[in-house]
Antibody, heavy 120, light 110 residues
Framework: QVQLQESGPGLVKPSETLSLTCTVS??????????WSWIRQPPGKGLEWIGY???????NYNPSLKSRLTMSVDRSKNQFSLKVNSVTAADTAVYYC????????????WGQGTQVTVSS | QTVVTQEPSFSVSPGGTVTLTCGLS?????????PTWCQQTPGQPPRTLIY???SRSSGVPDRFSGSILGKKAALTITGAQPEDESDYYC??????????FGGGTKLTVL
C-alpha cells in the first residue's frame, strides 16, 4: 500500500517560488508503472491537474501552468517535488500529490494534501 | 483549452438512483478518454471510484457504476445512501499525457 505525504511551507509571498515535496512510502519512485503527479484545489473550488514526473525525470505539465512549473524526482530520498515560480494569490490552494497508475489508467493513491497560501 | 462539463449540483432521495454526467465542450466523450470518477468529502482527498469508463476501484460498493451514455461519460448510483453525499469529479485523459478535471458535481442525499 503506497502512502504519500506532502510537505513544504504553508505561506509563500507573491512573486516568490512555491516548493513542495511528496515523500513516498510503501513503494518506490523507481516504479515504471506510476506517474508521480500533483493536483491542486483552490478554496471552495474544483480540482486542477498540475502535472506529473516519471521515474526517469521526464515531466509533463498542464499547458496553462507550464511556463512556471518544474517537477523532479529524488531517488535517494524516495521523493518527488514541485516548484511553481512567480506565484500570485491565484496559486493559493490545497496541493495534493498522487500517483497515476499507467497500467490501470487511474489515480490510485493520494496524499492528504497541504494548504499553501500566497500572501504578503 | 479543453473544458470538461459536469452538473454543478444534483439531489437524490435515499434509496433512489441518480446519474451524473461528464461531457466535453467540443467533442463526444468516448472510452478513448479513459473516464475516471472520483469522490471527495469535505476536508478529505479524493478517492477514485470508477476508472477506465466502468472499472470499479477496490472496495467501492457495487451501487456505483460507470458507462458512456450518448456523448457523455456517466456515473450512476443505484440505491443512494446518506454517506454518498459528496462532491464527484470526472477526469478525462485528453492526450499528450495530459488530464483535465471537470468542475465537479455536489450531490445531496435527502
Amino acid at each position: 500500500q503506497v502512502q504519500l505525504q506532502e510537505s513544504g511551507p504553508g505561506l509563500v509571498k507573491p512573486s516568490e517560488t512555491l516548493s513542495l515535496t511528496c515523500t513516498v512510502s510503501g513503494g518506490s519512485v523507481f516504479s515504471g508503472t506510476h506517474y508521480w503527479s500533483w493536483i491542486r484545489q483552490p478554496p471552495g473550488k474544483g480540482l486542477e491537474w498540475i502535472g506529473y514526473v516519471y521515474y526517469t525525470g521526464s515531466a509533463n505539465y498542464n499547458p496553462s501552468l507550464k511556463s512556471r512549473l518544474t517537477m523532479s524526482v529524488d531517488r535517494s530520498k524516495n521523493q518527488f517535488s514541485l516548484k511553481v515560480n512567480s506565484v500570485t494569490a491565484a496559486d493559493t490552494a490545497v496541493y495534493y500529490c498522487a500517483t497515476y497508475n499507467g497500467d490501470y489508467l487511474y489515480f490510485d493513491y493520494w496524499g492528504q494534501g497541504t494548504q499553501v497560501t500566497v500572501s504578503s | 483549452q479543453t473544458v470538461v462539463t459536469q452538473e454543478p449540483s444534483f439531489s437524490v432521495s435515499p434509496g433512489g438512483t441518480v446519474t451524473l454526467t461528464c461531457g466535453l465542450s467540443s467533442a463526444s466523450v468516448s472510452t478513448s478518454y479513459y473516464p475516471t470518477w472520483c469522490q471527495q468529502t469535505p476536508g478529505q482527498p479524493p478517492r477514485t471510484l470508477i476508472y477506465n469508463t466502468n472499472s470499479r476501484s477496490s472496495g467501492v460498493p457495487d451501487r456505483f457504476s460507470g458507462s458512456i451514455l450518448g456523448k457523455k461519460a456517466a456515473l450512476t448510483i443505484t440505491g443512494a445512501q446518506p454517506e454518498d453525499e459528496s462532491d464527484y469529479y470526472c477526469i478525462l485523459y485528453v492526450g499528450s499525457g495530459t488530464w483535465v478535471f471537470g468542475g465537479g458535481t455536489k450531490l445531496t442525499v435527502l
